[in-house]
């Protein structure tokens, strides 16, 4: 029933379908489990998508759940895996009444969510901020350790020219004894012929 209007049932159905975003919203509050009344200490909240739910009647009843939708125009719920076989062999989602749920894990991922609970954030657990959970065969890596410092050698490169210390000694090739040269061979020139001599030829 909405607060301040009269008790008429055509009244309050009137009021059901002109009603703002935000008395829709507090219509879709839904109950909280035994657990998370005595965590939060409070009855209901207004359920939203990430929240897992339980059914409380009809075919699909005791089935836990994770809300897909909320829909606040025609005030129903659609859960994951939940669906209705139309006439024509197709499967459509089943939209349930808030009346019909009850919540057994709050998603716990928007800030002002948790504001509005009053809970620390130390006592949020990665599934109810949406975070994927670590598994328990997974190992973390080791940190790698850091590197051996090298000492700095010292081999120069190719290209440098070398050192004094290092140069070749000059004076034990002096000492070694220098080859003998080749002598020369002088020819000798070819004297012309008398011109008398060849007169008489």
Partial sequence: MV???PRSPRRQRRALYTADTFHRRRRMTVLLSRELRERFHRRS???RKGDTVRVLGGSYKGREERVARVDRRDYSITLDNVTLKTADEKMKPLGLRPGRLVITRLNLSDSWRRRALRIR????TPEERGEPAPEEGTVEPA???PEPATE???ERPTDEAPS???APDP???AEAPAAAPTPRTRRKRSTPAPADAEESA
């Fill in 3 to 5: 607060s301040g209007s």
């Fill in 45 to 47: 909240v207004p359920v």
């Fill in 121 to 124: 954030e130390e006592d949020v």
């Fill in 143 to 145: 940190p790698l350790a």
């Fill in 152 to 154: 700095p050698t010292t």
């Fill in 164 to 166: 004094a210390a290092e």
């Fill in 171 to 173: 004076s034990a090739d």
